[in-house]
């Protein structure tokens, strides 16, 4: 059976059985889930759902999960299994049906959805833990015989086996694995599921989540009992199609046939090219599923994982001797084998072939140079007879070399050797000295943010009308007061919760009562939210109301505490204005440099905008005006633009672009810009391009590796950034003394330095070669000690050269000024903070023996520096130019020592 027919045969087993079929999530985590860097299990999307934060779309889902986890990277290639990019099949209840049905609906589909053979099928239940408090999972027990499978083949595993929690607390339950027993040839009758042997391969995991795991250890039932249920897709395929390994499959092997092809060599001739070939296939498989989603190589956070196993398939390609770039065919062979499973792929194939051949470039003209020196260092380690290297080599190969810190690690495992980590680390911290301050939580602690999750749970969700209106009278749903602050819950919100990249609204709550409170914040809580704001006159705990509706409001209003909810109407406009013109923003800059460009992160404020892209180079100066001229011409174009709501996969057929690290639900809202753009977004916009106003760019710079930012201006605050430069203009046109035309009179002003400027450079010149005419003749005149003839020293301290650029010229004028002579020419020159040392030696006297870069090396070191260079040519700079007499000395000693 086929990959694809895998698939299908799943989703249509439990569509069948009332499952609503949702697609991949995609591997980058939504924005509001930060517990991990990738998608790493098939849960992971649901999460909400399970923690009752959301409301699942149906209560029985069915999907087939993108996943990738790095956590056992090393071993890729060594086994039959591992893989770090892999999917995962996957049915799940919502407080709906049970064991009595997971159960045997993952018998039936095994044995005569998937025809395996009921006899070689084992299943392991939870038997018990005196810590919990729990015994063995009898109802599981009695389903799996009731279901067909006899005593023998039902095996009782402890906590550690058949019990799933997401985290030391939270939800969690008993779970039932079913194995396949693949006969005596993989291991002895003795052995049994849970053992060390490779004789059963588990295949699907069923999760019971019955119970809330508490800090003390404590087990309470949920109120809502759910099912998750677990298949690794590749694992399956390689059982039914009956390979040894999971990179024989259908839809893995052609990978490994391109490494054939490429390489000459063959997948089974040895453990090396085995190995190899199945890193460069998952590895590069891999990558161009992280580039759909949205990740560009970096060396921070998720970036770094798709650098490190894109480098990881290039270091193990050379091995192979495949010649550059040959990165690309894997990615697009990838493209072509999954494509129609994954239509991101094909959609984001410029995309893919664009990171890929960048990094392999990169890679590709370090990597010789980094194997070298990473083959000296393993030399040196035996040579000495020591089992690690030192941090500081590690350090260079990831710094200069761009070998991932990881990488170098596996490599010299691989020879038995270790690295110091923590000078390692040391090593990155003394480069970053950066701010940690980013890894704080948006709206302050952990304590706080679970404080704001309690406290929204607790009353009915609010029904946001910011949308529609800017005011709306409505009721007061909670009220829970601290320090000076409040959070507070409304049935109706006009306020925007930040989200999106767009701030939260600010404004005020009013009270008939005449009570006053400042909207100083709006957290977002799934589709629900809270307000944090800041009462007029401090408001104490008698003041709250709590959600199941005691009355403790005091005077915060009428007999239903009736409150008028008001959004600051100039600053939500404002911040309309600058979200419209990120969308324009984002189109300008896709349509100049390329599909390949996405958004990876944007702050849409009522001052400012910035905007982070995917773009591996800066932008010159062509570009941004291209791009600002664009987003101007369409805010005078006048365009409508509209926002209706429709379903997701609606929207992805009209082209609308969702953005990376955002969840959508089934239902979606599409913001379009006529004839300019359409995007999934939850944001406020302006009806009209034309409110935009007039855009500007203020700044273009790095924001992280492969990531660019642009922070823009519109409306009033880019009038007020024109208007300053205006009186900039005004005052440049006084200082050169032409208001009427500051450009003309800058322009005279130039010309009149160049002149200026050129007239110097002459009397520069002028003064050096007076001073070479001087110098020449001041030469000395030395004998060498073997009779023949001598030749002329000149030694001194030049007075006119200003750098080293100006004391070599020196030097080659007086050099030139005696002509044919044998001679040797020694400078020093004092430029300030700075010192300097220049020697040249005639051809016949180098012919002789005569060394400028030996007599440099001598001088050096008396002014603090450091040089060198050729026999008749060398200079080097230092520090204490108060020692250059002692320098220039030490020169002339050698130079006579070598005569004599």
Request: hydrophobic share 40%; net charge negative; glycine share 12%.
């Amino acid at each position: 059976m086929k990959a694809q027919e895998i698939r299908d045969t799943y989703l249509s087993f439990f569509a069948e059985r009332g499952h609503k079929i949702v697609p991949s999530a995609s591997l980058v985590p939504a924005a509001h889930d930060p517990s991990v860097l990738l998608t790493t299990a098939g849960m992971q999307p649901f999460k909400p759902y399970f923690l009752g934060r959301e409301k699942p779309p149906a209560p029985r889902l069915t999907d087939v999960q993108k996943c990738f986890r790095t956590t056992d990277i090393e071993e890729v290639g060594n086994t039959a299994r591992h893989l770090t990019f892999f999917e995962m099949l996957g049915n799940w209840s919502f407080g709906d049906y049970f064991k009595e049905d997971s159960i045997p609906w993952g018998w039936e589909l095994s044995t005569q959805g998937f025809g395996m053979d009921p006899e070689r099928i084992w299943v392991t239940v939870f038997g018990g833990d005196e810590e919990l408090g729990l015994g063995p999972d009898e109802e599981a027990i009695a389903i799996w015989r009731a279901t067909g499978v006899p005593e023998e083949r039902i095996v009782r595993l402890g906590r550690e086996d058949n019990f799933w929690q997401g985290g030391p607390t939270g939800p969690c339950g008993p779970c039932s694995e079913l194995y396949l027993d693949r006969g005596p040839a993989f291991g002895d009758d003795d052995e049994r599921p849970g053992s060390d042997g490779d004789r059963f391969l588990e295949f699907w995991n069923h999760v019971f989540m019955s119970y809330d795991l508490a800090e003390d250890g404590g087990l309470t039932e949920l109120p809502m009992r759910n099912i998750d249920t677990g298949m690794g897709l590749d694992r399956m395929a390689a059982v039914l199609q009956d390979v040894p390994s999971v990179f024989e499959t259908d839809h893995v092997r052609p990978l490994i046939d391109l490494a054939e092809e490429l390489s000459g060599h063959g997948y089974e001739e040895g453990e090396g090219v085995t190995r190899a070939m199945r890193i460069v296939a998952d590895h590069s498989r891999g990558a161009a599923f992280l580039i759909a989603d949205g990740v560009v190589p970096s060396n921070e956070d998720r970036g770094y994982i798709l650098r490190r196993i894109m480098r990881r398939a290039i270091q193990q390609g050379n091995t192979l001797g495949l010649e550059g770039p040959w990165l690309g065919q894997f990615a697009e062979c990838t493209i072509e084998l999954m494509g129609e499973t994954y239509p991101e792929l094909v959609a984001e194939r410029e995309t893919i072939a664009r990171w890929v051949g960048d990094e392999e470039e990169s890679f590709g003209r370090t990597l010789a140079r980094g194997t070298e020196l990473l083959e000296r260092l393993i030399a040196e380690a035996r040579d000495s007879q020591t089992s690690w290297i030192d941090a500081a080599d590690a350090f260079k190969l990831h710094d200069t070399y761009g070998f991932p810190y990881d990488l170098t690690k596996e490599l010299l495992a691989d020879e038995g050797l270790s690295v110091d980590d923590s000078g390692f680390q040391e090593l990155m911290e003394e480069q970053r000295q950066r701010a940690r301050s980013g890894a704080a939580t948006a709206h302050g602690s952990e304590d706080s943010h679970d404080r704001v999750l309690a406290f929204a749970a607790a009353a009915a969700p609010t029904r946001f009308v910011g949308y529609e209106t800017l005011r709306a009278t409505t009721g007061l749903a909670a009220v829970e007061a601290e320090n000076g602050r409040a959070l507070v819950k409304l049935e109706e919100s006009p306020f925007y919760a930040e989200g999106g990249g767009q701030v939260a609204d600010s404004g005020v709550l009013r009270w008939a009562s005449g009570e006053e409170a400042e909207v100083v914040d709006v957290y977002r809580v799934g589709e629900d939210q809270v307000l944090e704001v800041i009462p007029r006159r401090p408001w104490t705990r008698e003041d709250g109301r709590d959600a199941s509706g005691g009355d403790e409001r005091a005077h915060l209003g009428a007999e239903e505490a009736a409150v008028d909810a008001q959004v600051d109407r100039e600053t939500r406009h404002a911040t309309m204005r600058n979200h419209t013109a990120t969308h324009l923003l984002h189109a300008a800059l896709r349509e100049r440099l390329g599909n390949h460009l996405h958004q990876a992160g944007s702050a849409v404020r009522p001052d400012k905008l910035r905007f982070d892209f995917t773009h591996g180079h800066a932008l010159s100066a062509e570009d941004l005006r291209a791009v600002e001229d664009r987003v101007n011409e369409w805010i005078k174009a006048s365009a409508p633009v509209r926002w209706l709501e429709m379903e997701r996969a609606e929207a992805e057929k009209l082209g609308a672009m969702a953005l990376f690290g955002e969840k959508y639900g089934e239902w979606v809202r599409v913001v379009e810009v006529d004839g300019v753009s359409r995007e999934l977004c939850g944001g406020t916009h302006v009806a009209n391009t034309a409110e935009v106003g007039i855009f500007k760019i203020a700044s273009e710079g790095s924001s992280a590796a492969n990531v660019r930012r642009i922070e823009a201006l519109s409306g009033p605050a880019a009038i007020d950034f024109f208007r300053r430069r205006e009186a900039d203009l005004r005052e440049a046109g006084e200082l050169l003394g032409s208001v009427q035309d500051p450009l003309g009179g800058a322009r005279r002003a130039a010309a009149q330095l160049q002149e200026a400027g050129a007239g110097a450079e002459q009397a520069a010149a002028e003064a050096l070669s007076r001073e070479a005419d001087e110098l020449a003749d001041s030469g000395i005149d030395l004998q060498l000690g073997d009779g023949a003839a001598g030749l002329t020293l000149v030694q001194a301290k030049a007075r006119g050269a200003g750098n080293s650029k100006q004391l070599l010229d020196l030097a080659n004028r007086v050099q030139s000024k005696l002509g044919g002579k044998a001679v040797v020419v020694v400078l020093g020159g004092d430029f300030g903070e700075k010192a300097g040392l220049v020697a040249l030696a005639s051809k016949d006297l180098v012919e002789r023996g005569v060394s400028a870069g030996a007599l440099v090396k001598v001088g050096a070191p008396e002014i603090g520096g450091g040089g060198g260079g050729r026999d008749d040519m060398a200079q080097a700079g230092g520090k204490d130019a108060a020692k250059l007499d002692d320098a220039l000395s030490a020169m002339r000693a050698t130079l006579e020592q070598g005569l004599s």
